[in-house]
Structures are given as structure tokens and as C-alpha cells.
């Protein structure tokens, strides 16, 4: 006699959370290089800067975090062709990032603890008055929000990053190329509320992150800008075609 | 669950270009359908509708009663498989062969590594480093293992050799007799296939041209041979879809209108006046209904 396939509802295992773990863990991997190169720039360029690990990845953290935006959006089409809704890879991928986010951002916490502690054992040049770890905020010395404020802006960019990877993969180039200028407003309002983020790098006198308007307000506009954002992503993946040649 | 799938007026275009028209038709759980067309008939646009990977732009589908796009329950029941694009896909077949298991609720990891052994399918090489035919291997045991209730293989195996083919096609029954399922396997190389077929669908330039039991169709389907004004005379009043000349020969194919007429009686007829009278090919029967079409 014939067997019947197995119930088919076996697993009611959320699929979202499943999408969320495989993301995080293949970005986690591909973070694990970036971090790695970072350390290396780190100890032997940058070493003797007044700023700490932590103050200096920033720049480049976000960079990396939009590239990977642009480049973990490409996740979609696989997931969709193997079952997956697309409301499940959403969710599934706001997760990861936001993890991924958070992740790095106490990574290099860590690791400026680290710092700390080899130069308050070791007389390596520093001056430790006007050295400061995990000064990244004027005026705010604590770690918490330090690390918060880090995770925050860098999860900006990565979404600022899958909304252009969706205008490209979406639409005609052209439109592709209306979705940059149009994350690159938004990255440039944001620098309103952060000073010096449009252009973030390893240089010496750009890395602190200062917020011009009062603290709350430009923490206020970052979580406004990462939901605006998720609204977009979320209505641009809702129903969005699968192109079978690409996949 | 029973996975019938129900298709109505299924019409789908890519801005000035009409993929699909006005499709309506309903296969059945548990069977294996054949979907037949030329390349650009629109097999591949038809199975990705069926597979939620975009909307029609009109008409509906149904899948187990209800419409599958974004529907969780129904979409990790279906299973798509074409040759994919893995140029990029660094992972190794094994690694990718265990994410695909997580989400399909049926997969058998054992019967996946029995065609591993099967196919001899490197399972430990990045995938981008596999040849075209194991890539293509991979595809195929990722939808037979899958064990969706609705698989889907779109001209995957065309990067197979014959023998791995062959095997591809005995698995397919061997696997439906253990837990049947509902197959759709689009083609346009028929002759070996015809076999596997259940029923089989005729796509040709959008439009559903014929759905019929694969044996039943083949019946209505005659080829007679003879001197050309005898066998001229003997069909003028049947449907003729195919005509070849050879000398003072000709070779006639005549279909049956529809599928009560007995085809028997006109072959036994044909013999009898000393025509060469042999049954057609699935594969004749295509090309010439799919030719006949284009002219008109």
C-alpha cells in the first residue's frame, strides 16, 4: 500500500527565526574578517592615536555595514525560490542585522577594554589623560550608550545599503541609481543630527561621533530613520518579483 | 492536506510582452504531469506563478484551496527546481544541501544521501566548483529529497548526461510509488520522458493547447503511409496535422478530434488497404500541433 506523505504541518518551528539564525551566523563570518582587519589597521597604523579602537572602527564599521546591506539583500531570491515567504526573509533579515549590529558594536567594546587594560599596565607612549576608549559621544563617557549609539547608526546603514541593493534589483538601472541619491539624502539629513557621518573614515579629527542637537533628539531621529526605512524595505519586498534567471 | 492545484484565467505580462493567456486548467494531487512547449512558449513563466514567485497579472491559483503567494503552509510545500545560477554559491553541496533541509518539512536527509551515492555527487566541493552536470545533479536531489507535495522541476536535468538522466527518471517513479506526490516536469525533449507522464500539458505561445492522459493522447494520434492520392483520398475528411513527401510516398499524421473517437478502427482500415499505419509519437504529436498552431 501506498504511504501518504507526512503531515505536512511537522514543524510549526517559527521559519523567520530560522532565516534570522542562518543570516546572522554567515554575517557573522564575513564580520569576523572585517573585525580582524580593523585589529591589524589598528595595531600597526593608528596605534599611537588619542582615541581608542571603539572611536576609530565607527567609520569604518558603518561603511562596511551599508556594503553589507547591499550585499546580504542578495539572500532573497534564494530564500523565496526555497519556500520561504517573503515576509518570513524579512523578518528573518531585520533580525540578523539587528544582532549584527549589536554584535559588532560590543566587539569592539570588548576589545577597547582590552586596549584599557594593556595601556594601564604597559607604558606605551599614551596619555592616558587625554585618552579616553570609549569616548565616542562628547561630553558621555558611559559605555552603555556608547554601545548603543554605535549599534544604532550602524543597523542605519545597513538598511540604507538593502534599500539600495532593492532599487537595483527591483527596477531598471536607472531607478537603481534614483535609490542612491535618495539613501545618500538620507544619510546626509542624518549627518545634520550626527556630526561628520556623511564622511566617516580612520581620520584623526572626523571619528568621534558628536551629536549636534541635544543627545535624545539625534538618538530620536536615528530609531525615526531606521523605521522609515523598514517601512520602505518591508513595502518594496511585499510582493516583489522573483526573476527565475537570477537565481 | 490535498494539493490539487486550480488554475482560472491565469494571464500574465512583462510590461509590453504576454507571457501567459487566459490559462484555466486544474491538475491533481499524487499524479505526474508532463508540461510540454518550445523554448518561449512560457513553461518557465507558468511554473514560477505556481511557485509564488510573482503575481499573475490577472487570473487566479489556488494551491490545496488556497492562493499560495505569501502563504507559509503552502510555499514551503512547493518546490521549485531549475538550473540554478551558482556562480557565486561558495559553499560546499553538502552545506547547502543542509540549509535547503531546514525548510522544507519533508526533506529526507537519509534518501538525499542515498542519491548523493547514487549520482556520485562530490558532496564536499564548493558548489561554483562543481561541473554544470553535478550542479545540476545537486538541483535535482535537492527536489527529490525536498519531498514537497508539489515538486516542480523546470528543465533541470538538460545539463545531465544520458545516463544520469535515466536514473533521475527511475527515482521519480521509485520515489512517487513510496510517497506519491504531485510532479509537474516541464520539456521539450519528450521521447524519453514520455513514460513518466501521467498527463501532459501543451504550452505553445501562452495558451494551454492541450491537457490530456498521456496514454489517451497518443491513441488519438496516427501516422499512415502510402502512395500519395490513395492516402490523400483515405483522410480527406480527418484532421490532418502533419504532411511529409517522400517520392511518390507520403507520410500523413491525423488526430482524432476528440479523445471517444476510435483510432482503431482507421488503423485497422488503413492496413487493410495496405498503408503503413503505426501509432505517433508524444514527441510527433508535439511538434506537429505546436507547428500547425505557428501557421495559423
Known amino acids: 500500500m501506498k504511504k501518504r ?43 599611537h592615536s588619542e582615541q581608542g579602537i571603539f572611536a576609530l572602527s565607527y567609520g569604518s564599521t558603518l561603511i562596511f555595514m551599508l556594503v553589507l546591506g547591499i550585499v546580504a539583500g542578495n539572500f532573497l531570491p534564494f530564500y523565496v525560490k526555497h519556500g520561504v515567504t517573503r515576509k518570513n ?8 542585522a539587528f544582532g549584527l549590529s549589536f554584535a559588532l558594536s560590543v566587539v569592539f567594546c570588548l576589545l577597547s577594554g582590552i586596549e ?23 561630553g558621555s563617557t558611559n559605555w552603555y550608550s556608547s554601545v548603543l549609539i554605535y549599534a544604532l547608526n550602524v543597523y542605519a546603514f545597513y538598511l540604507l545599503g538593502w534599500f539600495i541593493y532593492l532599487g537595483f534589483y527591483r527596477f531598471k538601472w536607472v531607478t537603481g541609481i534614483g535609490f542612491c541619491l535618495m539613501a545618500l539624502l538620507f544619510a546626509f539629513l542624518h549627518g545634520l543630527f550626527w556630526k561628520e557621518q556623511l564622511l566617516p573614515s580612520f581620520a584623526h579629527e572626523i571619528a568621534y561621533i558628536s551629536a549636534i542637537v541635544p543627545l535624545y533628539i539625534a538618538i530620536l531621529e536615528t530609531v525615526v530613520l531606521i523605521g522609515l526605512l523598514l517601512v520602505l524595505i518591508r513595502l518594496l519586498t511585499k510582493k516583489i518579483p522573483i526573476n527565475v534567471d537570477c537565481i | ?46 511554473l514560477s506563478l505556481l511557485a509564488s514567485l510573482r503575481e499573475p497579472t490577472k487570473g487566479s491559483i489556488t494551491i490545496a484551496g488556497v492562493p499560495p503567494i505569501e502563504n507559509p503552509e503552502i510555499m514551503q510545500n512547493v518546490a521549485f527546481i531549475h538550473q540554478a545560477d551558482y556562480r557565486d554559491e561558495t559553499s560546499t553541496a553538502k552545506k547547502l544541501l543542509e540549509l535547503v533541509a531546514q525548510y522544507r518539512p519533508n526533506y529526507d536527509a537519509t534518501y ?11 558532496v564536499d566541493r564548493a558548489v561554483n566548483k562543481l561541473s554544470q552536470e553535478m550542479q545540476a545533479v545537486l538541483d535535482v536531489i535537492i527536489g ?62 501562452g ?71 503505426s501509432q505517433i509519437s508524444l514527441q510527433d504529436l508535439f511538434i506537429q500541433l505546436t507547428d500547425e498552431r505557428e501557421e495559423n
Open chain 1, 5 to 47: 506523505i507526512p503531515d505536512i504541518m511537522k514543524t510549526k518551528t517559527l521559519i523567520s527565526s530560522k532565516v534570522a539564525a542562518d543570516l546572522f551566523s554567515i554575517q557573522v563570518k564575513w564580520s569576523a574578517w572585517f573585525i580582524a582587519v580593523i585589529v591589524l589597521l589598528y595595531v600597526f597604523i593608528i596605534f
Open chain 1, 89 to 96: 526573509y524579512y523578518l528573518g533579515s531585520v533580525l540578523a
Open chain 1, 116 to 138: 584599557s587594560i594593556i595601556y594601564a599596565n604597559f607604558d606605551l607612549g599614551i596619555n592616558l589623560e587625554s585618552f579616553n576608549s570609549l569616548l565616542i559621544i562628547e
Open chain 2, 1 to 46: 492536506m490535498n494539493f490539487n492545484v486550480e488554475v482560472k484565467d491565469l494571464f500574465l505580462s512583462y510590461k509590453d510582452f504576454v507571457a501567459l493567456k487566459y490559462l484555466s486548467f486544474r491538475l491533481e494531487d499524487k499524479k505526474i504531469y508532463g508540461l510540454i512547449g518550445r523554448n518561449g512558449a512560457g513553461k518557465t513563466s507558468l
Open chain 2, 112 to 122: 538525499a544521501e542515498y542519491l548523493v551515492q547514487r549520482f556520485n555527487l562530490p
Open chain 2, 144 to 205: 527529490l529529497a525536498s519531498r514537497a507535495p508539489l515538486t516542480i522541476f523546470d528543465e533541470v536535468y538538460l545539463g545531465m548526461d544520458a545516463s544520469a538522466r535515466m536514473i533521475f527518471y527511475q527515482e521519480i517513479l521509485d520515489d512517487q510509488a513510496k510517497f506519491p506526490r504531485l510532479f509537474i516536469i516541464s520539456t521539450h525533449l519528450v521521447p524519453e520522458m514520455d513514460n513518466l507522464f501521467d498527463e501532459v500539458l501543451i504550452l505553445h505561445q
Open chain 2, 207 to 277: 495558451r494551454l493547447i492541450l491537457k490530456e492522459e498521456s496514454k489517451a493522447l497518443i491513441s488519438r494520434g496516427l501516422t499512415i503511409t502510402g502512395p500519395v492520392t490513395e492516402v490523400d483520398e483515405f483522410v480527406q475528411d480527418r484532421n490532418v496535422i502533419g504532411e511529409k513527401h517522400l517520392g511518390k510516398t507520403k507520410v500523413v499524421m491525423v488526430f482524432a478530434d476528440n479523445n471517444t473517437e476510435n483510432n482503431e478502427e482507421l488503423k485497422k482500415e488503413a492496413q487493410r488497404r495496405g498503408f503503413e499505419a
